[in-house]
């Protein structure tokens, strides 16, 4: 296991095996590539401009985290556990958050784009600035908030999870 501890890593890639551990606390990574890597968990840590596509955050701890402007895409955050994370601005496109658990999260500014969300556990989840338009299973948003021109936007999506049946009037 690689732990980072106490440090502010800048522009840089790490030339550890993706299949090495890594866990990061009180740290601040701007521009750090994390690509295809395993995370166990992430601790007081502030990330600007990395890229985690590919990482795998599967059953990680993530507490009081706060990621800005980075790459998410196709990574794996299956029953993570997130406790005060802020996801803000960037880009998800394909990630997996089956069975996670969401404590206290807000994200904002980034469209979340195939984003498998079986069985997630949400409390306090704000998704009010966040591009949900693409979500497909919106009962997995239970525990979420969101504005109400998002609630028009996802409600024929949410017509048909309900199982009702919607048409035009005559």
């Known amino acids: ?5 106490r440090s502010r890593l800048s522009d ?12 990061v606390q009180d740290c601040e990574l701007t521009g750090v590539d994390l690509t295809g890597h395993r995370i166990t968990g992430l601790h007081r840590v ?4 990395c890229r985690l596509g ?10 009081d985290v706060e990621l800005r402007d980075c790459v998410l895409d196709l990574s794996v955050w299956r029953a993570a556990r997130l406790e005060r994370v802020a996801l803000l601005g960037g880009r998800v ?3 997996e958050l089956d069975g996670a658990q969401l404590g206290d999260v807000t994200v904002a500014d980034v469209r979340l784009a195939e984003v498998s969300l079986d069985g997630v556990r949400a409390e306090r989840v ?6 949900v338009s693409e979500v497909r299973d919106v009962v997995a948003l239970r525990g979420c908030t969101i504005s109400i021109a998002q609630t028009v936007a996802l ?15 005559a």
């Open 12 to 23: 840089c890639e790490l030339e550890v095996d993706p299949s090495v551990p890594i866990e």
């Open 46 to 49: 502030r990330l600007e401009r």
């Open 126 to 131: 704000d998704l009010t600035g966040a591009d």
């Open 93 to 95: 496109d394909g990630m």
């Open 1 to 5: 296991m690689l732990s980072i501890l």
């Open 54 to 63: 590919g990482a795998d955050l599967g059953d990680a701890r993530v507490r």
């Open 155 to 169: 409600a024929a999506r949410s017509a048909r999870a309900l199982g009702v049946q919607v048409r035009a009037e």
